[in-house]
């Protein structure tokens, strides 16, 4: 099984803004060697973010691998960037910027981690396997913008609870929470080549926004895996599709 995490940060959200000269922050959300790393690249924003971005991705993936979710401590999930502290971008068809390239660590799990930049947001998104004959994972990532019209996840949160089953609204706790359930199903539904009817996107019981989704074909479990991400203007999404 492959597991994935992903998340999406909106850089026009006045709480990004002056963290990277916020000692108290750094200090929290970053190790000494991340510390340092962040200074010799300068101390961005966009070091700062795609690093938070990394930690939170990080953990949403290595937490669906262990046997229970650990208590989330940014500065135990520690990034590493391939390439250095000042790697170059590169450009994607997409018209996303891949800004970073490296790993999440916590507890000698390692996932990858891939991070890229665009129009105000930042999106992570990384994996790791539990097959380590694995070598290529391909990961389908989205970023969109809830406010995005003619979309299926247009509407209220009432309206777009009418697209969702029981189990599935049963962990939706606001608009984005629905929205970004129904362009992932959307996807999912694309990617199999099933009708989306057949998938639902439920999760375990528990306390909202802090279960990990998994995808229903028929009522069944699948080796699919879905991580879902919302923050301000955006909703995000990561797609494995397993055999
Ligand atoms: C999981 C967590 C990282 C989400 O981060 P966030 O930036 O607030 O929110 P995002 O929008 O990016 O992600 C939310 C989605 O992550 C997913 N998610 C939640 N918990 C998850 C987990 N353990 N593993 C994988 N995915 C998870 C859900 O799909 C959720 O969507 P929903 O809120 O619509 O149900 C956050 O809930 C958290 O920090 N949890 C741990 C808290 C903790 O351990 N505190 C102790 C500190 S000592």
Known sequence: MVFVGNDVVDLTNP?????????RFVGRVFDP????????AGGSDMEIWSRWAAKEAGFKAISKALESTPP??????????????????TAQESGELVVREGAVEY???????????????V???AYLSDDSATETVRIQPRVVMIESPGSRWAGS??????????????????????AVRIGAREEIAGLLGVTESRLEIVCAPGPWGRRPPCVLLDG?????DISLSHDGRWIAWAIRVGA
Do not use: M, Y
């Open 220 to 224: 069944q479990a699948t080796r699919t």
């Open 72 to 89: 989330f401590v940014h500065r135990a999930f520690k990034v590493a960037w391939s390439g250095g502290d000042s790697p170059e971008a």
């Open 157 to 178: 949160l009432a309206d777009l609870r009418q697209s969702l089953s029981e189990r599935e609204a049963d962990a939706v706790h606001s608009r984005e929470s629905a």
């Open 33 to 40: 060697e991340e510390q340092e790393s962040i200074r010799a």
């Open 107 to 121: 507890l000698g799990r390692r996932a990858r981690v891939t991070v890229a930049w665009r129009d105000g947001a």
């Open 15 to 23: 709480r990004t803004e002056g963290r990277a000269t916020d000692d």
């Open 123 to 125: 999106h992570a998104v």
